[in-house]
C-alpha cells in the first residue's frame, strides 16, 4: 500500500480506537464546574461568562438536537468525545510529518522496519496523548478544552502541510487556512491562539536563513503579530464597535481590503498574505457576533447582558475578573491567599514551588510518570506509568532536536508557551478552588509528539542488532507490540477506572436534591459554581422545578445580574422583588455601616410555619416569632471602616421584600460569612436551610424533621453512590459527603423527640404516621446503605452520635464500625493534633461499654493539657 493509504487507515483506526474508548467512558449528563452552564447556553443559545465561547455554544446547540442520546447533556458531551479523538488523530498525522522531514526521504521508499517505526512510533505517541490524565478528563464532559485542543492540533497540522509544499503554486491556502482556524479557535478558547508562534516560526524557517540577527527579528515579529491580534483585533474590533458602532468594524474591514488590494497590485507577497490572514482570522471571529444578538434577546442565561456595544466591550474583555500583574506574584490582598502566602520566602520562591512546580510540573507529572492518589503528600506516583511516557518525550525531544532542530524548536516553543509561560501569565492565587491542568493540555499535546517521535528512534534502534531484514522487521513488531503494552496498554489500565464517568450521575442529582429541598415559588441563595451551574442545567434544559429562582451571590455583586432578577422570568419564574430601583441596582456597590439591628414581621409564615407542625403531629424545635430580629455587621474592613458587599445589600434587599410572600432558602454550601447574620433563623429542610420565624436555641440547631425525612429518604436520588464499580471523582465525592451528616442529624432529632410518633410525608404526597424510635433506626439503614462509611466518611462528631443512637435503638452490634472508623482515622494523627477526634472516640467507647478503654483516652487528654470542654470547643471552632 501507498504511504498516503497507509497513513490515513492509521489515522482513522486511531480516531475510531480513541473515540471508542470516550464514548465508553462518557459523562451520562452533565458535570460539575463550568458544564452545567456550557451545555445549558448551548441548548438555549444563551450568554455565559465572560469571555463566552460562541462557535463551541453553536456547534453544541446543533449537536443537542440530533438524538444520539435521551440525555442533552450526554448529546453535547458527545462534542467533546468527538473533538478529542481529532485530537489523537492530528497528533498522529503531525507526529508522521515531523518523521518524514527529518527522514528526507520518500515514504513510499520505506523499507518495513522504516515504515513501522514511523506509523507505530507516531501512534504510539498519538495514544499517550489519548490516555494521558488531563486530555482523558476533558475529552468525556462540555468544556471548552478538548475543542481548543483540536484547533492547535490541526493549525500544527496545516503548517507542515505548507511546510512541506512551499514553494509550489498555491502553497500559501494553508497558511490561510491555519489563520481562519485561529479566528475560530478564539470562538471556543484563547489559548490556541499561542499556535500564532508556531506560524511565524514555521514561515521564517522556510523563507528565510537562519541568523542571530534574523531570528531575533523573527521573535519581534512574532510577537508583534500576536499582539496585533490579541489586541488590535479581539479587543480593537470591540473597541471600535464601542466607540464608534458598526462603522467601527466597517473601517477595520475597510483597511484590510486596502491592504489586500494594495498588496495584490504591487505584487508584495508577504504583505499580502499577512492582510488576508488578518481578514480570515476576523471572520472567523465574526462567531462572537453570536455573543451580541443572543444578548439582545434576553435568554434566560445572559451574563453581563453584552446587549450594549459598551457591555459588549468589558464581555469581551473580561473586565469584571479585574487584570492580573505579572510582577509582584503574590499579589492578592484577601486573607485567605495571605495566609498561604507567607509559606514563601519571596515572590520568586513562590513562583518557583508553587506556581511553577505545584501548579504545572505537578500536573505535567501526573500525565507521562503518574498520578498519585490523594493524601499521599507525593506530587506523582512513579509506579503508576514507571515514568516510561516521558522517558520516551525526553529521547525524542533531543531526536529532533539533533536532526531537525528547526522544527523541534517549534514544538519547544509550543510546549512553552502552552505550559511554563502560561503559568507566568495567569499568575494564579494559592489556593485554587479545584485543580488547573485542564488549562495547560496544548503543552501535554506538544510533548505527545516527542514521545511518538521518541518511540520511532526505539524501534529503528533494532537495525543495530540483526542483520537481516526479515528478522529486524520481526523485532520491530516484537518491540512495538511491547511498548504499547507497557505505555499505551498501561496508561489505558492505570487511568480507566478514574476516568469511566460512564455511571455517575452525582451532579444531576445533586441539583435534582437542592431544587427538590425548596418549596413552590422559592428563592434560593447559592454560592458558586457547583451549586448553581447544575440547577441551571435542570432548569433550562430539562425544565425541571422552574419555579424556584436561583441567586447566586457571586454575580449578586453584579448590578447587571440584580436588573435581571428583578426584571425578567426565565421559563416562568416570578420576577424577585427589591426596594430599590432599577438605576440603583446597576450602580450597587459597597456601603459603609455600623452594627446595625434589623427587624422584619413574620406575616403569614409564622401561620404557615405553625400548620405545618401540626399537620406533623410535633412540636416545632422553637416557638415561632411574629417579627425577625438580628443585628448585621460589616462583611469587609478598610481602614478601619466596615461595609458590606454588594451581595450582602441584595440579600438584605430580598429578604425585606420577599419574605413572608414567597419561602427564601439558602444552599447548604452557603457559608457563615455570607448569611448576613441570619443563621439563627435557619431551618435544615434538606441540602438548603429555610429562613423561618423561629430562632435555634443555643448549641441546638433548628431541624424540620418532617421535611428533613421527605426530602432525604423519599424524594432524593442518590444513583450509584454505593455502587463501587463507579468511580466517584473528588468534586462528587467531597459534595456527596454532605448527604451523612444530614442523615445522622435527622436520626439524632428522630430519637430525642418527645413525641412518639412523628406524621411524615411520603415524595407521592401521602401522610403515613411511624414511630419516631423505627423511623430513627430506617434513617440510620439507609445512609449505610446509599452512603457507605469507607467511601464517605463522617466527621467524628457524628461518628460518635451513631454509635450513641445504635446503642439507645438497641442495636449495639451496629455502633462497631463506626468505632473501627474512628480507631481508623485515630492511627493516622496524634492527640495532640486532634484532640475532639480522639475525644468522640472515648465517648463512642464508653457507649458499648469499653470504660477502661474510654477511661484511658479521656485522662490523656488531660494529661496534655486540653480539658474536655476545651476539646469540645476546639472542635467546633473546627467546624464553624
Known amino acids: 500500500m501507498k504511504h498516503r493509504d497507509v497513513n490515513r487507515l492509521f489515522a482513522a483506526l486511531l480516531f475510531l480506537l480513541s473515540g471508542a474508548v470516550y464514548l465508553m467512558t462518557m459523562a451520562p449528563t452533565l458535570s460539575f464546574w463550568d458544564c452545567g452552564e456550557f451545555i445549558a447556553t448551548a441548548r438555549t443559545l444563551?450568554?455565559?461568562h465572560p469571555p463566552g465561547a460562541p462557535l463551541f455554544l453553536l456547534a453544541g446547540r446543533v449537536i443537542s438536537m440530533i438524538p444520539f442520546f435521551g440525555d442533552i447533556g450526554a448529546r453535547v458531551n458527545l462534542l467533546s468525545v468527538l473533538s478529542s479523538a481529532a485530537t489523537v488523530m492530528m497528533a498522529y498525522l503531525v507526529t508522521v510529518r515531523f518523521i518524514i522531514l527529518y527522514r528526507k526521504t520518500d515514504p513510499d521508499s520505506w523499507n518495513p522496519v522504516e515504515k513501522l517505526s514511523a506509523y507505530g512510533g507516531a501512534a504510539v505517541g498519538a495514544l499517550v496523548l489519548a490516555f494521558s490524565d488531563s486530555f482523558w478528563?476533558?475529552?468525556?464532559?462540555?468544556?471548552?478544552?478538548?475543542?481548543?485542543?483540536?484547533?492547535?492540533?490541526?493549525?500544527?497540522?496545516?503548517?507542515?502541510?505548507?511546510?512541506?509544499?512551499?514553494?509550489?503554486?498555491?502553497?500559501?491556502?494553508?497558511l490561510l487556512v491555519a489563520m481562519y482556524v485561529i479566528g475560530l479557535s478564539i470562538g471556543v478558547h484563547l489559548l490556541s491562539l499561542l499556535a500564532v508562534f508556531a506560524v511565524a516560526m514555521v514561515y521564517y524557517y522556510r523563507k528565510y536563513d537562519v541568523t542571530p540577527k534574523s531570528f531575533i527579528i523573527m521573535m519581534i515579529a512574532a510577537s508583534a503579530l500576536f499582539l496585533l491580534i490579541y489586541v488590535g483585533v479581539i479587543k480593537g474590533l470591540p473597541f471600535l464597535l464601542e466607540r464608534f458602532s458598526w462603522w467601527g468594524g466597517i473601517m477595520m474591514l475597510a483597511a484590510m481590503i486596502y491592504a489586500i488590494t494594495y498588496a495584490h497590485r504591487k505584487r508584495h507577497v508577504l504583505m499580502?498574505?499577512?492582510?488576508?490572514?488578518?481578514?480570515?482570522?476576523?471572520?472567523?471571529?465574526?462567531?462572537?457576533?453570536?455573543?451580541?444578538?443572543?444578548?439582545?434577546?434576553?435568554?434566560?442565561?445572559?451574563?453581563?447582558?453584552?446587549?450594549?456595544?459598551?457591555?459588549?466591550?468589558?464581555?469581551?474583555n473580561r473586565e469584571q475578573y479585574g487584570d492580573l500583574p505579572l510582577w509582584p506574584r503574590r499579589w492578592s490582598s484577601e486573607p485567605l491567599h495571605q495566609y498561604f502566602y507567607r509559606q514563601?520566602?519571596?515572590?520568586?520562591?513562590?513562583?518557583?514551588?508553587?506556581?511553577?512546580?505545584?501548579?504545572?510540573?505537578?500536573?505535567?507529572?501526573w500525565q507521562f510518570i503518574g498520578r498519585a492518589h490523594a493524601g499521599t503528600?507525593?506530587?506523582?506516583?512513579?509506579?503508576?506509568?514507571?515514568?516510561?511516557?516521558?522517558?520516551?518525550?525526553?529521547?525524542?525531544?533531543?531526536?529532533?532536536?539533533?536532526?531537525?532542530?528547526?522544527?523541534?524548536?517549534?514544538?519547544?516553543?509550543?510546549?512553552?508557551?502552552?505550559?511554563?509561560?502560561?503559568?507566568?501569565?495567569?499568575?494564579?492565587?494559592?489556593?485554587?478552588?479545584?485543580?488547573?491542568?485542564?488549562?495547560?493540555?496544548?503543552?501535554?499535546?506538544?510533548?505527545?509528539?516527542?514521545?511518538?517521535?521518541?518511540?520511532?528512534?526505539?524501534?529503528?534502534?533494532?537495525?543495530?542488532?540483526?542483520?537481516?531484514?526479515?528478522?529486524?522487521?520481526?523485532?520491530?513488531?516484537?518491540?512495538?507490540?511491547?511498548?504499547?503494552?507497557?505505555?499505551?496498554?498501561?496508561m489505558l489500565m492505570a487511568n480507566y477506572f478514574t476516568h469511566d464517568r460512564s455511571g455517575n450521575y452525582v451532579p444531576w442529582d445533586w441539583a435534582w436534591n437542592m431544587l427538590q429541598s425548596c418549596d413552590?415559588?422559592?428563592?434560593?441563595?447559592?454560592?458558586?459554581?457547583?451549586?448553581?451551574?447544575?440547577?441551571?442545567?435542570?432548569?433550562?434544559?430539562?425544565?425541571?422545578?422552574?419555579?424556584?429562582?436561583?441567586?447566586?451571590?457571586?454575580?449578586?455583586?453584579?448590578?447587571?445580574?440584580?436588573?435581571?432578577?428583578?426584571?425578567?422570568?426565565?421559563?416562568?419564574?416570578?420576577?424577585?422583588?427589591?426596594?430599590?430601583?432599577?438605576?440603583?441596582?446597576?450602580?450597587?456597590?459597597?456601603?459603609?455601616?455600623?452594627?446595625?439591628e434589623v427587624q422584619l414581621k413574620t406575616g403569614a409564615e409564622k401561620v404557615r410555619l405553625t400548620e405545618e407542625y401540626k399537620a406533623a403531629g410535633i412540636a416545632p424545635p422553637a416557638a415561632p416569632q411574629d417579627s425577625l430580629q438580628w443585628v448585621i455587621t460589616p462583611t469587609v474592613n478598610f481602614r478601619g471602616q466596615g461595609f458590606i458587599r454588594p451581595q450582602d445589600v441584595a440579600v438584605y434587599e430580598i429578604v425585606m421584600n420577599n419574605f413572608g410572600s414567597r419561602p427564601i432558602y439558602f444552599a447548604l454550601t452557603v457559608g457563615r460569612d455570607n448569611l448576613l447574620g441570619l443563621e439563627g433563623f435557619l431551618q435544615l429542610e434538606g441540602l438548603a436551610y429555610r429562613l423561618v420565624p423561629m430562632h435555634a436555641p443555643e448549641g441546638s440547631p433548628l431541624v424540620s424533621l418532617p421535611r428533613l425525612y421527605t426530602t432525604l429518604c423519599e424524594t432524593f436520588r442518590y444513583r450509584n453512590l454505593n455502587n463501587a464499580e463507579v468511580f466517584i471523582d473528588e468534586t462528587a465525592a467531597r459534595l456527596s459527603s454532605n448527604y451523612k451528616p444530614l442523615f445522622s442529624r435527622l436520626a439524632l432529632g428522630l430519637a430525642e423527640a418527645p413525641d412518639d410518633e412523628i406524621s411524615v410525608r411520603t415524595a407521592e404526597g401521602e401522610r403515613r404516621t411511624i414511630q419516631r424510635k423505627e423511623l430513627a433506626l430506617s434513617v440510620l439503614e439507609q445512609s449505610g446503605e446509599r452512603l457507605p462509611l469507607e467511601r464517605y466518611g463522617l466527621d467524628p462528631e457524628f461518628a460518635a452520635s451513631e454509635v450513641y443512637l445504635y446503642v439507645s435503638l438497641g442495636e449495639k452490634q451496629k455502633a462497631y464500625p463506626y468505632?473501627?472508623?474512628?480507631?481508623?482515622?485515630?492511627?493516622?494523627?496524634?492527640?495532640?493534633?486532634?484532640?475532639?477526634?480522639?475525644?468522640?472516640?472515648?465517648l463512642s467507647l464508653r457507649e458499648v461499654g469499653q470504660l477502661d478503654a474510654s477511661q484511658k483516652i479521656l485522662e490523656q487528654l488531660l494529661r496534655d493539657g486540653d480539658t474536655l470542654q476545651a476539646g469540645q470547643e476546639r472542635y467546633q471552632n473546627e467546624e464553624k
Open 819 to 842: 468505632i473501627s472508623y474512628l480507631k481508623k482515622l485515630a492511627a493516622t494523627t496524634t492527640m495532640q493534633a486532634d484532640p475532639a477526634l480522639y475525644y468522640a472516640l472515648a
Open 520 to 596: 413552590h415559588d422559592a428563592i434560593m441563595f447559592t454560592n458558586g459554581d457547583n451549586d448553581t451551574f447544575p440547577l441551571w442545567y435542570l432548569q433550562e434544559v430539562e425544565g425541571i422545578r422552574t419555579d424556584v429562582r436561583v441567586v447566586n451571590l457571586s454575580l449578586a455583586n453584579t448590578g447587571w445580574y440584580l436588573d435581571q432578577l428583578k426584571n425578567t422570568s426565565p421559563r416562568g419564574a416570578r420576577p424577585i422583588r427589591f426596594g430599590l430601583d432599577d438605576s440603583e441596582l446597576r450602580q450597587i456597590s459597597y456601603v459603609a455601616i455600623d452594627p446595625v
Open 272 to 316: 499580502h498574505t499577512v492582510s488576508m490572514s488578518l481578514l480570515l482570522l476576523v471572520i472567523g471571529y465574526t462567531s462572537y457576533a453570536m455573543i451580541y444578538v443572543r444578548a439582545k434577546a434576553g435568554p434566560p442565561i445572559n451574563e453581563n447582558n453584552p446587549s450594549t456595544a459598551e457591555a459588549f466591550f468589558s464581555y469581551l
Open 137 to 174: 478528563f476533558n475529552a468525556v464532559e462540555t468544556e471548552v478544552y478538548a475543542a481548543s485542543t483540536f484547533f492547535t492540533a490541526l493549525v500544527v497540522w496545516l503548517l507542515l502541510r505548507w511546510y512541506e509544499e512551499e514553494p509550489q503554486s498555491g502553497n500559501e491556502r494553508w
Open 344 to 365: 514563601y520566602s519571596s515572590d520568586a520562591d513562590y513562583f518557583l514551588r508553587y506556581q511553577l512546580g505545584q501548579m504545572y510540573m505537578r500536573y505535567f507529572g
Open 377 to 490: 503528600g507525593a506530587p506523582v506516583d512513579w509506579s503508576q506509568l514507571w515514568g516510561l511516557p516521558f522517558l520516551l518525550g525526553i529521547g525524542g525531544a533531543v531526536v529532533q532536536m539533533r536532526r531537525d532542530w528547526k522544527m523541534g524548536s517549534v514544538v519547544l516553543a509550543l510546549f512553552v508557551l502552552t505550559g511554563a509561560a502560561l503559568v507566568v501569565y495567569l499568575n494564579q492565587t494559592e489556593p485554587q478552588p479545584r485543580e488547573r491542568d485542564y488549562s495547560y493540555v496544548g503543552s501535554f499535546f506538544a510533548f505527545a509528539l516527542w514521545i511518538g517521535i521518541g518511540a520511532e528512534r526505539l524501534l529503528m534502534e533494532v537495525r543495530r542488532f540483526f542483520s537481516s531484514d526479515a528478522v529486524q522487521q520481526k523485532a520491530a513488531m516484537f518491540l512495538l507490540a511491547m511498548v504499547v503494552l507497557l505505555v499505551d496498554g498501561r
Open 46 to 48: 444563551g450568554v455565559p
